[in-house]
């Protein structure tokens, strides 16, 4: 998944849930007449089982391997 880099709330409720940066596009966007980076973020299988184990079932992250 990804966003922009001026989505801080985004970025932080994500790696909450356990996932983690994994790229970043320099000046990929535009956002109200600014270039700003786009944000790539992703989660392994094994590391969302992780995440259902730690924070129990109803708090896990739905879904499969990162989305791309």
């Known amino acids: ?5 001026g989505n801080e709330r985004a970025v932080r409720a994500f790696t909450r849930r356990g996932f ?3 790229g ?4 990929a ?12 973020l992703g989660m392994l299988r094994e590391e969302r089982a992780n995440v259902g ?3 129990g079932a109803s708090a896990g992250v739905r879904g499969g391997a990162s989305a791309g």
Do not use: N
């Open 1 to 5: 998944m990804d966003t922009w880099s």
């Open 24 to 27: 970043r596009r320099r000046a």
């Open 20 to 22: 983690r940066e994994e």
């Open 53 to 55: 184990r730690a924070k």
């Open 29 to 40: 966007m535009l956002v109200e007449g600014e270039r700003s980076d786009r944000v790539l």
